[in-house]
């Protein structure tokens, strides 16, 4: 795939305005579909079942079928609608979307059109340089899931130049809230970056009220920015596009960032922008061209013939109210102040997007500047190489386990970056990997000296330095030791052994 042109980012912002519009799909986690009682694979007790194995004639289209509807679902679609301050509807209903969904057996979408279950909200968004947004919600629609394809052939898992593909209908049928903006304006520079903030705070909602796994790289949670460009002094807005299922929160500023770039580079040459949705492709870190974007009309929404409207009681809504979470905001500022953490610190960890993982690393066990460290650290360092969300590389339980195997002294931190690559890849708790690799700590005090004693002994200078108060001199006997235990020994305690082994006064 060619690369479009682009224009410098600051040139771009020079001559245009963007606006941006996002549409965040959250899976619920529902024990069943949002139509059926098959099991949901957003849920995961359910998650990675074989193809077509979590199905029943609904998901399926099959003839004389009818749905029924998940009141768990409206009830966790009701929750996410307070959190963002939206109205609840008294009386919503459900339509029928249709256009040509290979997988989507039906071949239409049951979704919500013109009555919507919540709508006209808005949510605080916190940028990294402390720039505070907030950005207007239109409307938290329930819907189903299409199913997935997998397309074989060709070179890049796309349906270009594939031989055939293959449907999966486990998905098809998963519950789902569409959250929607309004237009965004004002990002200005910060656009990009105001794209992630939303989504991260989006997703932080969504965790502390329960109702999502929130997995971006399974698709629980994905992201459509829609972006367009308008000159500067002009009140039409520009023409917009609309990338589609955008799956990582780094991935959302990358798309957002490039469609300004792409777009403004169009229009400075005398282009025209097309109205259509495009693929984010994360190896190229580029979009391409899918299908042109089609208009609400175009969808022939009708209200759905087998489903009553729903009419939640005031008495639900209000007992839904009463049990919703702290704001993220309120959150924050008190987990900074129960974890001591500065302004700086605590910075540090909004800006990685890991708040929830903190907290739950935390309960799990750890200390909230262990649960800092390693997630902001070496997680943090290894998901950036991979190009992934470090959120999806590793449990909260299983840094907090490591972070406690550090503490007891069974791991240095060396030691214990060795077990966390195990653990990503697979092979099992931190306490698995360490007794599968054998990567526990020497404790023994008879085999650091016998280590020590003849690293000294083939060392007669640095014996001698030691000696006569060169404490320096120790670290390559330490070093030494170290190599000769393959890393597996408490460096300070080697230090301590070798001046005593040496006779040095500092040792006493």
């Not at 968004?125 to 329930?142: D, K, Q, S, Y």
């Not at 002009?234 to 500023?253: A, C, D, F, H, I």
Request: proline share 6%; net charge negative.
């Amino acid at each position: 795939m060619a690369r479009a042109e682009l224009m410098d980012f600051d040139q771009a912002l020079e001559l245009f305005e963007p606006v941006i519009g996002l549409e965040v799909h959250v899976e619920l986690n529902t024990k069943t579909k949002m139509f059926s009682s098959a099991p949901n694979p957003a849920n995961s007790q359910f998650h990675g079942a074989d193809p077509n194995t979590l199905t029943t004639p609904v998901c399926l289209g099959l003839p004389g079928s009818l749905p029924v509807v998940n009141g768990e679902a409206v009830k966790y679609s009701i929750s996410l609608g307070l959190a963002l301050g939206c109205e609840i509807a008294p009386s919503s209903r459900f339509a029928r979307k249709n256009y040509f969904y290979p997988d989507l057996a039906k071949n239409y979408q049951i979704s919500q059109y013109d009555e919507p279950i919540a709508f006209d909200g808005e949510v605080e968004v916190e940028l990294e340089n402390g720039r505070t947004f907030t950005v207007p919600i239109e409307r938290a629609h329930m819907e189903e899931d299409a199913g997935k394809l997998t397309h074989v052939g060709g070179s890049t898992g796309r349906i270009q130049g594939a031989e055939y593909s293959l449907v999966d209908y486990n998905r098809a049928g998963v519950p789902l809230v569409e959250i929607v903006t309004r237009p965004i304006f004002g990002g200005e520079a910060d656009t990009p970056a105001l794209a992630r903030a939303y989504v991260s705070t989006i997703r932080d909602v969504v965790l502390s009220l329960g109702i999502s796994e929130a997995r971006m790289e399974r698709g629980n949670l994905r992201c459509d920015a829609n972006v367009s460009l308008r000159p500067r002094g002009q009140e039409k807005l520009g023409t917009r596009t609309e990338t589609k299922n955008v799956n990582s929160m780094r991935s959302v500023e990358r798309a957002v960032r490039y469609e300004i770039q792409r777009q403004a580079a169009i229009l400075a040459g005398g282009g025209t922008i097309t109205q259509e949705t495009r693929h984010w492709h994360e190896d190229t870190g580029a979009t391409s061209a899918g299908r042109p974007k089609s208009d609400a009309d175009d969808y022939r929404y009708f209200p759905e013939p087998d489903l009553l409207p729903v009419v939640p009681s005031k008495q639900l809504v209000d007992e839904l109210r009463a049990a919703l979470p702290e704001p993220p905001a309120v959150r924050r500022r008190r987990l900074k102040a129960e974890w001591g953490f500065t302004d700086l610190e605590f910075q540090d960890v909004a800006n990685s997007g890991l708040l929830i993982e903190l907290e739950a690393t935390v309960s799990a066990g750890a200390t909230p500047a262990a649960a800092r460290k390693w997630w902001t650290g070496e997680i943090a360092r290894l998901a950036n190489a991979a190009d992934q969300d470090a959120s999806g590389l590793v449990s909260p339980e299983h840094v907090a386990e490591l972070a406690q195997l550090v503490d007891a002294g069974t791991l240095t931190d060396r030691l214990a970056r060795q077990v966390l690559e195990g653990v990503i890849a697979g092979e099992g708790s931190p306490q698995q990997v360490v007794d599968a690799r054998g990567l526990a700590v020497v404790s023994d005090d008879g085999a650091l000296i016998a280590a020590i004693d003849e690293a000294l002994g083939s060392q007669p200078d640095v014996l001698a330095k030691i000696r006569d108060g060169k404490v320096q001199a120790a670290g390559a006997v330490i070093g030494a030791v170290m190599k000769a235990m393959q890393g597996k020994a408490d460096a300070a305690r080697v230090r301590e052994l070798v001046l005593e082994r040496a006779g040095n006064p500092a040792a006493e």
